[in-house]
């Protein structure tokens, strides 16, 4: 079975980049308040329509991502009344994130593999008090769960990761579905909102 990490990410990412932003993004700005002159960070950024709708409210963006599908949109830069600052290359290999006020990821952290633990240490220690963090990760009924090249968290790993965080929502989706190849493919996907107390 193919996963994800085998994908063609610019072709796909290229093929998504009109779609609008997800709605955790919207979740994810309400929980934090007003964006001006404060900073996102978004891992796996993609064709960037969420990094732009931080940046559409105020938000500078640091966007990570190992495709470079967003530079070809950063023009729009120059019509937003915040900025998204894009960073080629492997999350993993950022050895320090910059202060953040949100922690944005879709879909993405599970494409670290065995780096997820040591990247979102990282990832919490960019986040500033009353930060929020908005997330998507892959429980253990995930169809690629197993997968040495994505990563799936148990329900009590899911609790250590948020540990000391104030869980504000949490989603669950455990449905068939397709994948991003179009393959069929179940979800377990939790994603989740919460914020690094004052």
């Known amino acids: 079975m193919q996963t994800a990490p085998d994908m063609d990410w610019h072709a796909y990412n290229a093929s998504a980049a009109g779609r609008p932003a997800r709605r955790l993004v919207a979740k994810a700005i309400l929980a934090a308040g007003g964006g001006q002159g404060r900073t996102v960070l978004e891992i796996g950024a993609g064709g960037g ?3 732009l709708e931080f940046a559409r409210h105020g938000w500078m963006v640091h966007a990570y991502d190992s495709d470079d599908t967003l530079t070809a949109r950063l023009v729009e830069n120059t019509r937003m009344s915040g900025h998204v ?5 492997d999350a993993a290999q950022v050895e320090t994130f910059p202060e953040a006020d949100v922690v944005y990821a879709a ?3 599970p494409m670290l593999g065995a780096d997820l633990p040591a990247v979102w240490a990282r990832l919490r220690a960019a986040l500033k008090p009353g930060g929020v963090v908005a997330v998507d990760l892959f429980g253990d009924r995930d169809t690629w769960a197993g997968q040495d090249d ?3 968290v148990t329900q009590s790993e899911l609790a250590s990761m948020f ?3 104030v869980i504000l929502e949490q989603n ?3 449905e068939d579905g397709r994948s991003f190849r179009d393959d069929k493919k ?5 994603s989740t909102l919460a914020r690094r107390p004052r």
Request: net charge negative; aromatic share 12%; charged share 20%.
């Open 49 to 51: 329509a969420d990094a």
């Open 163 to 165: 540990e000391d965080l």
């Open 186 to 190: 179940h979800w377990h996907v939790i």
């Open 172 to 174: 669950v989706r455990d």
């Open 107 to 109: 879909y993405s952290l």
């Open 85 to 89: 600052q894009f960073h080629h290359g």
């Open 150 to 152: 994505v990563a799936t």
